[in-house]
């Protein structure tokens, strides 16, 4: 079945950076494109950033745009977010997920806090 592991958060100061890294299995992950998600206590499941099969197209949010990148790793079937310049609204927990044939799956995923 389609399982994706998230790793890779944790607390850090403002204008720190994190690696989040996702592996997924259960299913061919070249074929589709992938997201980051993150949720905020009180608030909606909002988009970070998203990449195309092969990498060629990528997307993100505003709020991220400059700080945030996403890469991928097909060989290894990982899906990476490298944040830098984190600032306290960043804090959430955030979500890998796919979309397979009209069904979303997501990860467990994993906290980010940011904060001094």
């Known amino acids: 079945q389609v399982q994706l592991v998230e790793s890779g958060g944790g607390l850090v100061q403002p204008g720190g950076s994190l690696r989040l890294s996702c592996l997924a299995s259960?299913?061919?992950?070249?074929?589709?494109?992938m997201a980051w998600y993150r949720q905020a206590p009180g608030r909606e499941r909002e988009l970070v950033a998203s990449?195309?099969?092969?990498?060629?197209?990528?997307n993100y949010a505003g709020s991220v745009k400059g700080r945030f990148t996403i890469s991928r790793d097909n060989n290894k079937k990982t899906l990476n977010l490298q944040m830098n310049s984190l600032k306290s609204e960043d804090t959430a927990v955030y979500y890998c997920?796919?979309?397979?044939?009209?069904?979303?799956?997501w990860g467990q995923g994993t906290q980010v806090t940011v904060s001094s």
């Open positions: 997920s796919v979309e397979i044939a009209g069904s979303r799956f």
């Open positions: 259960g299913f061919p992950s070249s074929w589709y494109s």
């Open positions: 990449m195309t099969p092969t990498g060629g197209i990528t």
